[in-house]
């Protein structure tokens, strides 16, 4: 693991002098950010979080001092989400699962197969769409999303029975999944059954067969080592899973102008060093994994549209879930995007 993330991006370049403080002296304000992941060192879990801590420094001049908390060490999503509203911490990086949990409307970006690629998906949360849904955010609960950046990106089936070439592979495999309840349909509409773990236990209940798979981004599938508990992975790019980190959007407001506008200048190049990262990760993963021992399958076109029968299904759930405009905004979004594009 040590070779494979010592992989050198160029999209770091200068980043060891990012690392340092902006400015020596007593900040006035403290922007403790809670991650759930431990800082490993070339993943999406570390310098995004790394660049995004030095941007904020160095464009405030040191007025700002973010301070991280990596590996959980003040509580899971669930409780850092709770303690950004109380004001105890001023942020908290959470997967779109745990965003599910208080606002609904976050799920219609995990339609399965919504987004043809990354371009789209970019696109699309970048976009009209992107901002529109980021504003609903706030009205609603008074947090704040501080980007949509990559989970790690398309997420793909693992497993340790078979390999997955159709949908009718995936029938009677226990999947883990994350508490989004958008992806548990998914997983039941191919006809496999929903395993709710937490994240920190996950490389155990594949380990004890409490689960026989899970699904994530490649990126993701590395950090815990998964590759050592699963004999199968499928390409299928199911979800296109997304991160943020939350903060509390009274805190936000009480900063001068010039501040919030640094903090957002600095999420938006933390951004695109998680995408780069996630790009580049997926492309080396996929071979490290293959060389570990997994055995790695893409589906054919004909293959995967035998996976698109997830679609309806999550579709009318989610109507019963959020205000159906929603799923017809992120559609119109995505056709836009693909006309945009010379897709259409």
Known sequence: MKKFFGIHLMVFIGLGLALGPGTAG??????????????????????PYAVLKAEIEKRTNGRIEVQLYPAGQLGDMT????QVKKGIIQGVQVGDGWIANHFPEIQVIS??????????????????????????????????????TENGGFRSFSNNVREIKTAADMKGLKIRVMP?????????????LPVTVDWGELYTALQTRVADGQENAVPTFLVPKLYEVQKYMT???????INSVIIQDKWYK????????????ASFISTTVNRGVCTALEQKGIKFIQEKGMKVYAP???????????????????KTKVDKAWIDKIFQATQQAEKELGYK
């Open 180 to 192: 989004n309840q958008a992806h548990q349909e998914t997983v039941k509409a191919l006809g496999a």
């Open 111 to 148: 339609i399965p197969y919504i987004f043809k690629d990354r371009d789209v998906a970019w696109k699309v949360l970048d976009g009209p769409f992107g901002r529109e849904i980021m504003n609903e955010y706030v009205k609603k609960t008074g947090l704040r999303l501080l980007h949509l």
């Open 79 to 82: 409780s850092g989400v709770e």
């Open 300 to 318: 054919t076109a004909k293959e995967k549209e035998t996976f698109q029968v997830a679609q309806k299904p999550v579709v009318e759930f989610l």
């Open 26 to 47: 007593a900040a006035e304000f403290v922007m403790k950010i809670s991650l759930p992941s431990p800082m490993v060192e070339w993943t999406q879990f570390n310098e």
């Open 254 to 265: 009480s900063l001068p102008v010039e501040l919030q506008r640094a903090i957002d200048q």
């Open 235 to 241: 390409l299928d790019g199911h979800f296109y899973s």
